[in-house]
């Protein structure tokens, strides 16, 4: 695209000169009063019809008062959508060249526009990123909260290609494993509280106990803090937000080729192709078949593809239809266990001696197989230059079909189970299986209207809106009939997967069905109450009726119902010393209803006893400052207690869960992210936590520290781009250390061994070459070090971290 727009610009200078031509070549004059900072605080009517960028931004100099350098003469003839509006000059920037592949960086008042590559909106550099969600209508850097953006750039130079690795580039945030069975997934915990149940896609809640890709990924966008008012019931720590990619205007194509040791094989595409004037085409596709460093036996394999398109592209009504469809057939992985066999305690042996390739499971019989669709509509008008109405609908499936093997400890209580057992030998078991079929849909509603007005004094930006969702989660239970016998024992330190066995997996006709209905009502609204002071307001309101059927295997069936009406808040106050930057304090609330547990909707994570219980109940106080350090260069900092005042506890006299327990999180985390130089980018993150059980029903409990919550955990990024087309960077990894229990016993020499495990570095670096502008060559190097870690765990098992890797991705762009 780049060879033809230039092409054709150097024909069409041979008839006439160009006004971007004469743009380009021009000394660059005396800069106007105002700056760029100051401008992008300043918002003012621009009306830009469409047209070639060379007349667009002519009109956009006399509007804003900035001056605009054409890098490339040739970008004077790529056709803008134009802008109708109130804006800042920022603001109208980013929607001049929104579905281009121009970037723009702004210097002063001076504004060069660049060539870039495949987007989905412009970047310009120098702005303070935003949040996808129409909830969010102040950039970053004016909003009271700790909200970070994980942007596709940053994930893939690292050759990340799963969320719970894109997560790894936020501090604060530990991942669980499947504690009693539950799944292997992305168990997220954020500020020492589980956001399993609170993953989105495009803001619309996503309830699969799934692993989930990246190939489809835009930005990963994490919010920290209770955020019920934002996103809904739970997110006690925070939520977590994938936003995918979509058309836009600007024909290109990428296709990645990666393959690497542990028979990595892994491509991915992304095409994007202008239909008409106002009609894109998009196709994201991926195939994978790829082991897992240091652990022999595991498989990762699936394939997605998610085509969409968009119509009305830069128009007053813009539509774009999305389906995503991905499919997993892996061999899931419970890990080393927990505790170890008498005979290996005995002899003062620890997981330290075990070799960590060792799996436990048996080939034959373990599996996970994954089906996920997801089918989206987005319908956006603008009503006015200031007002818009937008609505989302969302149509989501996810099938699990999971058996895995949960490594045990032989023992002699359970010999007559265990062909092989010996008692004087360290054995493993492999009785203890977990089944789960899953059938998650979910469909959702979603309304939003934004409005930018003023009232005698203040200036409000104002988001209301309706959602409507309707969730089904019906699960099914199996066994293994043991009709072909019973799965032998493996020695600890010699396990051996590949052992013949004929699994006989029936259903027990055991099954449970969870049915929800919500609806929501939701209002902010931020006043500019001067240059200086914004105030940020938002409520909601949510009600939640909950049906739940349980059917034993004699046939005899159980109801169960709920309903839940809760009103979340989040209020601030921004305090703006300089146009980039930004003093704040927070006040928000965030509830967990009684029925969200570690399969989403499940009767099971109340207990019979405590089905009748409220909801938990959340809130958070928050301070910080957020700074332009410098064109392109955004640091945040923030000191944060989130106190969860009515948590789940048991009642040590009669066994029941109680609305006892008293949890606080405080903190401070701190983050930059952009470009220090035009070649020196950096992402990066630091936080100290200190998690603690003020009040519980379990003795041991109070005054311990919160499980999963690392006193620091730090993240660095960071990459340069020499002049000769290579780009070189890495980064580290730290997490402090945790326990993964609310009591910290350390009962044993083996849970010792593992708690420290919890505490590590890991460094990983990549070199990137451009050969042309077709052709490039990545490399990617993980744990460097070949560090022996914690990636997932509880007390029963932990997951060990992936190994030394190395991945070679040839990259081809048209």
Known sequence: MRLFVLGTAFLASGVATPRSAIAAQRPAQAAPDRDATQLSSVSTRIEIAPGPLDRVVAEFERATGLRVVFADAGLGLIQSVGVSGTFTPRDALERLLSGTSVEATISGSIVTLRVGGLKESVTVTGDAPKVASPKYTQPLRDTPQTVVVIPQTVFQEQGATSLRDALRNTPGITLAAGEGGAAPGDSVVIRGF????????????????????????????????????????????????LVTKSPNLQNGAEFRVTGG????????????????????????????????????????????????????????????????????????????????????????????????????????????????????????????????????????RNDLDRVVTSPRAATVANAANDPGFDPSAPQIRRTDTKYQYRDDRILTNVTDFTA????????????????????????????????????????????????????????????????????????FDTLKLSEHVQADLGMRWDRIVV??????????????????????????????????????ASYSTSFNPSFDGAFGLTLAATGVNSAALPPERSRNFEVGAKWDLRSGLFATVAAFRTEKTNA?????????????????????????AGNVTSRWDVFGGLSIMDGTIKESAVAAEIDRRLSYVPELSFNVWSTYRLPIDLTLGGGGQFTGGYFFNNTNALTT????????????????????????????????A???????????????????????????????KF
């Not at 149940?197 to 803090?225: H, L, M, W």
């Not at 009939?481 to 066995?501: E, S």
């Not at 209020?571 to 003093?583: A, H, M, N």
């Open 452 to 523: 930018s007005f003023k009232t005698p004094g203040i200036h409000h930006d104002t988001v209301v809106g309706v959602e409507l969702a309707r969730d089904r989660q019906p699960s099914y239970a199996a066994t293994d009939a043991f009709t072909n016998g019973r799965p032998p024992v493996t020695n600890l330190f010699d396990p051996n997967p590949l052992q013949p066995y004929n699994a006989a997996i029936v259903r027990t006709g055991a099954t449970s069905e969870a049915r929800a209905q919500s609806t929501a009502l939701y209002a």
């Open 261 to 396: 040791n542990a028979s990595h094989q892994r491509v991915t595409m992304d095409v994007n192709r202008r239909v008409s004037e106002a009609v894109a085409f998009r196709l994201n596709g991926m195939w994978q078949d790829a082991g897992v460093p240091g652990r022999d036996a595991l498989t990762q394999k699936g394939w997605g593809f998610a085509p969409s398109i968009g119509a009305g592209l830069g128009r007053q009504t813009t539509m774009k239809l999305g389906y995503q469809r991905l499919q997993q057939d892996n061999v899931p992985d419970y890990g080393l266990p927990g505790t170890l066999p008498d005979a290996a305690v005995a002899a003062g042996q620890t997981i330290d001696d075990l070799d960590f390739r060792s799996f436990y499971g048996l080939l034959s019989r373990d599996r996970e197989r994954v089906t996920s669709d997801i089918a989206t509509a987005t319908i956006e008008h603008r009503l006015g230059p200031a007002r818009t109405i937008r609505n989302l609908t969302r149509y989501g």
């Open 648 to 672: 789940k506890t048991t009642d040590a006299t009669t066994g029941a869960t109680v609305l006892a327990g008293d949890q606080q999180v405080s903190g401070v985390e701190v983050s930059v």
């Open 749 to 780: 020499a083996n849970a010792a061994a593992i708690q420290r495990l919890t505490r590590y570095w890991l460094f990983n670096a990549v070199a990137a070459y451009a050969v042309n502008r077709h052709f490039g060559l990545q490399v990617n």
């Open 547 to 584: 049906d739940y059927t349980t059917t034993a295997v004699s046939g005899a069936r159980s109801d169960f119902d709920r309903i839940d009406s809760a009103v979340s808040g989040r209020t601030g106050i921004v305090y703006k010393p300089v146009p980039r930057g930004s003093l704040y």
């Open 194 to 241: 589980s956001a399993r149940n609170d993953v989105y896609i495009d803001g619309a809640r996503d309830p699969g106990v799934v692993s989930r890709d990246t190939f489809n990924t835009q930005a990963v966008e994490v919010a920290k803090g209770p955020s019920s008012a934002t996103t809904g019931r739970g997110s006690t720590g925070g939520s977590i937000n």
């Open 782 to 812: 993980t744990n460097l070090a070949n560090a022996r870690y914690v990636d997932r765990g509880y007390s029963g098992h932990f997951i060990p971290g992936p190994g030394r890797a190395v991945l070679v991705s040839p990259v081809l």
